[in-house]
Structures are given as C-alpha cells and as structure tokens.
C-alpha cells in the first residue's frame, strides 16, 4: 500500500513538474530552448553612482578600476570592479565569475539559446535579475533591472554584459525576445564589457525599456520571459535577418 | 552651350536625387522598399485630453462618438472624431481619409512595406510625423510622436491605426523596424483602430517606444528611418518568424 501511495505522490510530482515546464515555455515561442527561472535579487540600496565618484577619482589623477583596463595587455589581468551595484568588491577580470558564483549566488546556464524567465515582477523599484550565460567560449551577465528613471514610473531595462574586454564584446551580437499577448519585441546589440557601468548604460537607455504596462502585457501571472541568444559577428550584418 | 549647360545642370540634378534617395536608403537595410520623407506637422498645442472629455461626457450619459461605434452596423457610418489631436473634426469612418489628406495634407503611400523617414528629430516636443499608408484594401495611419511624458524628458512612440473598426483591425499584424549603429529594434503589433484614441495607446506606452539619446543612436543625420510592414493575421502565428 505504501508502495502505491509513493508511486502515486512521484506520478503526482511529475505532472506538477511537467505544468511548471509547460507554463514556462508556453510563454515563448522557440521550441529546444533552456528556461531558467530567474528569481530577483534583494533590492538594492542604490548610493550615489559609482561611476560619477569614479570621474572624480579621475579628475584628482587617480583613474578608477574601470577606466585604466587599456594599459594592461592580458585581458584576464585587467582590474575590474563587481558589475553589481551595491557591492564594493573589486579584483580581476578572471576572477569576475567566480566572485559573482560565489558571493552572489547568480546562476549559469550553458547554451546559446535560453529564455530567461524572471519572476515577481511586481516587487517595488529597484530590484534587480541576474543570469550568468556560458556560450561560445566567453561569459556573459543578463541584467534585468526594474528602476524608477522617473520617480513614481518604473520601467524595466535588460541588457547583455560581456564578462571580458569592449574588444572582444564587439565580436559578439545578443538578441533580446518578447513575445505575448500578439506583441512581440526585439532588442539586438552588441554586448557591453563588464569593464563599462552596467548603470550607465541602463541611465542611458541604451538597452530594452520597456514601461511598466508594456511589462504587464508581456508577463504570465507575474513572470516576464525573455528570449536570449547570443551569436558571433565578427562583421556585423545588417542584411540578415534578425 | 546652352543645350550643353542644361544637359550638365539636369546631370547634376540627377546626381544629386540619386544621393538623396542612397542617404534614404541606406538607413534601411531591406531592398526595393518605398522610401517616404516625412517632414514633422505643426507642433500641436496639447489641450487637456479629449478623451478624458470623453469619458466625462460618457459619465453624464452622453457617449462620445468614438465609443458608440458597437451600435451602428455599417462600419462605414460609424462616426468618428479626427485622429489628429488638435482638430475638432468629426464625421463618418468612411470619410477620415478625405479629411486626412485635405484638411491635413497627410499623404497616402501604397505598397505593404515601405520606409518612414522623418525628418527634423531635433525639435521640441509635441511633435507629430504622421503618413496614411494604403495596402491589403484598407487605409493605415503612422503616428510617431515625440512628447514630454515626464517634463524635461522628451520620447519618441510610434504606432499604427486602421482607418476602420477594432474587428477589421484584428485582421492584420503591423511590423516597425529601426536597424542603425549595430543596433536593431522591432516592434510587431495589432494595429488599434482610429476609434480608440491615439492619444491613450501613446500614453499606455502600448507601442514603440524610444528614449532619445536611442532615438539619436537609430537616427542618421537629424533623420529617424522606420521600416514598415504589415500582414495579414486571421490567425495570429507565435510561431512564425517575425
């Protein structure tokens, strides 16, 4: 009896598992893809940004981690400061990832294509998702970041950090995927470097924006799915098909 | 010599279109696609929203004529106020087109994919550039507005309207593409019909919308290139390529 009672909770589970999957792949098209769920990180107190106290280091003739990668030949040996806002950290670029593993606790993922499915959209302003995504020999950080550019209207803004140098960024393109509600949008770029402000480049808005009720539109119960795939493009085409 | 100066002036003229036409063109990857240089209308003095009005007059009974089209059966009879914020127009569906062009000088263009080129990005916010574009039987209208939805804060949205009733819209399927500076944007959507309001789809945000330092990266020479393509979409495809 017990033996069936058990056989009757796995098969249970199963089903459970096998909606969960369902749910979230429903929610984006492409079939064969990784879905990760991205649970938010804690909201972040945000200090006055760090990269505006980094320009004046730099006007006192101090240049800070993130500015003085150009001298150092070995990419791996460029100082380099925790793409993370809030933490002080700062080291090698060879030891970005296992800070962020270990410190952090970001997940991940191998595969040029995943669908990173980021949930409790409605939690307040700011908080962050965060995806580590192992492809094509390189390492790259998915931010999604929900923010208040202007107060009392948060926006969501995604974007792809390469964890390695602006020259070897350029060698790469990322495409960014909405799709729901018969709506669809796409984002494709060239990834930063991690040596660049992730803040700087969500302040300038040159990511995915996306207001709160477009988010609204796009999300499942709660749950936003973005497509991510990463390709190399070493000559950028522009006649392809995105 | 005189035939031998026309002949080098009409040369020269020749050039020159050519130039402008390449400069069009070359913003926009596809080939073979009407390019339309649109020239910003006047900037529009923004009264307190007509829909709001609306909704007022709706509560005291009185529905306004963009909400009691459910109740005629001819969509052509259907009366219709002037798409255009600042005008005070109102008739039939079947008569906006005619007042589009005449009143507002609003051109038509055929062909289901074409190219919106506006021009004069740099000036103030509100400023409407606005096309009627002519493909599968029905009349389109392309609004890109830049407007100040947070003072001091100008963005771009753009959005496409059937001239005909919320049913007939669901039948298609507009595309908007900015591809510039190793960047790429779409936006695919169903189109919303001219009875609901421009004005609320561009303050939901339930379009394309553009910060502008992004608007600046997507446009060449003070001049921003949408492509434009619409579909027919019975059955909206999930799973088709966009």
Not at 201 to 211: A, E, F, P, T, W
């Amino acid at each position: 009896m017990l033996f069936f009672t058990q056989c009757f909770g796995a098969v249970l589970d199963l089903i459970h598992l096998r909606f969960q999957h369902y749910k979230a792949k429903r929610v984006f098209s492409a079939a064969g893809q990784l879905v990760c769920v991205v649970n938010p990180t804690h909201s972040l107190k945000y200090a006055p940004t760090r990269c505006a106290a980094g320009q004046t280091s730099a006007e006192q003739g101090v240049l800070p981690p993130c500015h003085n990668h150009e001298a150092v030949h070995d990419p791996q040996l460029v100082p380099c400061t925790c793409p993370l806002f809030s933490c002080p950290w700062q080291g090698h670029l060879e030891v970005v990832v296992s800070h962020l593993r270990q410190t952090h606790r970001i997940n991940i993922l191998q595969g040029a294509e995943i669908v990173f499915l980021a949930t409790d959209m409605h939690l307040p302003a700011p908080t962050d998702w965060i995806i580590m995504h192992s492809c094509l020999g390189h390492q790259f950080l998915l931010v999604l970041r929900k923010q208040e550019k202007y107060e009392g209207h948060p926006q969501f803004f995604a974007t792809m950090m390469l964890i390695g140098t602006p020259t070897q960024a350029d060698n790469f393109t990322y495409r960014l995927e909405l799709n729901r509600n018969q709506r669809r949008l796409k984002w494709e770029a060239t990834p930063r470097s991690v040596l660049e402000c992730v803040d700087s480049v969500i302040s300038d808005g040159d990511c995915l924006v996306l207001n709160t009720s477009l988010a609204q539109l796009f999300s499942d119960n709660g749950s936003l799915a973005i497509g991510i795939a990463i390709t190399t493009s070493k000559v950028h085409n522009t006649e392809g098909e995105m």
